[in-house]
């Protein structure tokens, strides 16, 4: 039956006839157009009676192909899936679509239900709780530690303020930007690094007011206090411009990224490239001139109780380290003997510039030996 309908479901040529100086091409056309010419194709004869494909077969619209196969709890089921265009928004696309699965509902006969299988709209809450909850972890986490170290508790909140501030300008140049803000472009975020250029700015600024109280003996007012942080502002733009721009540069190859990592890792390094930016241009601006502002009374550079036992457990080890140094292991070549010759005419001058006063120990590493 297949021979005989591939057979007679063909178009021939019959060459061209030419009239008028014109050619026409001729051509048998033997395609299948329709059921009832299927059904007329010859499949064989028996005693000189040809016998049809509609003799003995049945001639109906088949089914589509099967691409696929579903089932629920062991039972074949249909299942259809919502594609989102690209661009759009997931948690508006998974609404929409939920809305209109009620709708198909109500519309099915009696013993066919619609239930949802996957929703993205619960991953995207999960996504956004995730995140809220790591930020706010990270941030109080940070505050804590700025309360602890600082010990000037103004100053403290002023770095702190760095934080959110920052975060309104990440998300600000996010929007603007069209950059996703998801589970990788958020979680990369750490806000000791935000907060870290404020600590220095603060610290450098305190110091400053500090010295300067100390240098004319009394309060200062609010113009010196300006000009005093920004003084302290200006001998740390290098410092910190500098720090920031090597963890700003360390991102800038996932730019390169294309496909589906540029998808997953751009929006993450622009992300922490705009907060970094921006947590610059606060500690630069925002935090001297409101330490200026808000710290009026007499300041102290001095280590709080936290500090100060950190160092006192500290300053044993580096005592210990420093009066016992470990041998220098190296490959250089031994001196000549004109080095050698030198080296104890050092040691005696060293040694006998300090007369007149307390014996004085001075360490010197010399391939690997200490001398005195």
């Known amino acids: ?107 099915l006969p009696p013993g066919v239900e619609i239930q949802t299988v996957l929703d993205r709209t619960r991953l995207v809450d999960a996504t956004i709780h995730t995140v809220g909850k790591n930020l706010i972890e990270g941030a109080l986490l940070v505050v804590a530690v700025l309360f602890l170290l600082l010990g000037n508790v103004r100053a403290a909140l002023i770095a702190a303020m760095v934080i959110p501030i920052a975060m309104l300008m990440t998300m600000t140049g996010m929007v603007q930007g069209r950059i996703s803000a998801n589970l990788m472009s958020l979680g990369a975020l750490d806000f000791g690094l935000i907060v870290d250029g404020a600590v220095i700015i603060a610290e450098n600024a305190l110091r400053h007011l500090a010295e300067k109280q100390a240098e004319l003996g009394r309060g200062l007012t609010l113009d010196e206090r300006l000009a005093t942080g920004r003084r302290a502002a200006e001998e740390m733009i290098k410092p910190s411009l500098y720090g920031q721009a090597i963890i700003v540069l360390v991102y800038v190859p996932l730019l390169t990224f294309s496909s589906a990592e540029g998808k997953m890792f751009a929006p993450m390094a622009l992300t922490v490239m705009i907060a970094l930016v921006s947590a610059f241009a606060l500690s630069l601006t925002f935090v001297p001139a409101r330490i200026a502002i808000a710290v009026t009374g007499r300041v102290q550079v001095t280590d709080n109780a936290f500090v100060g036992s950190l160092k006192t457990a500290y300053r044993p080890a580096l005592v210990t380290a420093l009066d016992h140094p470990m041998a220098e292991v190296n490959n250089r070549p031994a001196p000549s003997s004109s080095a050698r010759a030198a080296a104890p005419t050092n040691t005696r001058r060293s040694a006998t510039s300090s007369a007149g006063s307390a014996p004085r120990r001075d360490r010197r590493w010399t391939l690997g030996a200490s001398t005195a």
């Not at 709890?73 to 929409?96: D, F, H, K, P, Q």
């Open 1 to 107: 039956m297949s021979a005989a309908l591939e057979a007679n479901n063909a178009n021939r040529g019959a060459g061209y006839l030419e009239a008028n100086g014109e050619g026409v091409v001729v051509r048998s056309a033997g395609r299948l157009e329709s059921m009832a010419e299927i059904g007329d194709v010859v499949v064989a004869t028996r005693r000189g009676v040809p016998i049809h494909v509609k003799d003995v077969a049945t001639i109906a619209i088949g089914r589509d192909l099967r691409t696929g196969s579903a089932s629920e709890n062991g039972r074949e089921a249909v299942i259809g899936t919502a594609l989102m265009l690209i661009g759009s928004n997931s948690r508006t696309v998974a609404t929409a679509v939920d809305d209109k699965i009620k709708l198909i509902a109500k519309a």
